[in-house]
């Protein structure tokens, strides 16, 4: 049973590669790629790439005509405590998202996008803070991108 598990964790990328279990989607943001425009992608692995180049954006009228866009899922393990991001680079299209890379982050990389500055560092376990991952926060706000 449990090797059925592995196999199905390695095709849902809201899974645990630790321990199987449906991951709970901590954040989302969707941004945009002025530097990669139509006709002149190319593939970028390096989480400092996107951290230099990625501009937030609130939903996906904002981004220019053939710009390149990235959406961003932070997934929790509830079973675990594993962390994994999913970024996924795309170009809009007409009302359809043209997916070209589906990039996965597990050691951190790309924090510093989903936390603000002053807090990077914060030890997220505290009690007496309202933390990012709270329940409210994931009801909406800059979270839901359209």
């Not at 390149?68 to 970024?87: D, F, N, W």
């Not at 299209?93 to 510093?112: A, C, M, N, S």
């Amino acid at each position: 049973m449990g090797f059925l598990r592995k196999i199905r964790a390695v095709f849902h990328e809201n899974w645990c590669n630790l321990c199987q279990s449906e991951m709970d989607v901590m954040h989302k943001q969707l941004y945009a790629l002025p530097d990669l425009t139509v006709g002149h992608y190319s593939s970028h692995e390096s989480p400092e790439y996107y951290r230099k180049h990625l501009v937030p954006v609130t939903k996906k009228a904002e981004i220019p005509a053939g710009i390149y866009a990235c959406g961003l899922h932070a997934y929790r393990c509830p079973q675990c405590g594993h962390r994994r991001v999913q970024l996924t680079v795309f170009l809009p299209v007409r009302e359809e998202e043209k997916t070209e890379e589906i990039l996965f982050f597990d050691h951190g990389e790309l924090d510093d996008l989903i936390y603000p500055r002053d807090c990077a560092g914060a030890d997220l376990n505290q009690g007496n803070r309202r933390r990012q991952d709270s329940y409210e926060s994931r009801l909406g706000g800059f979270y839901d991108y359209e």
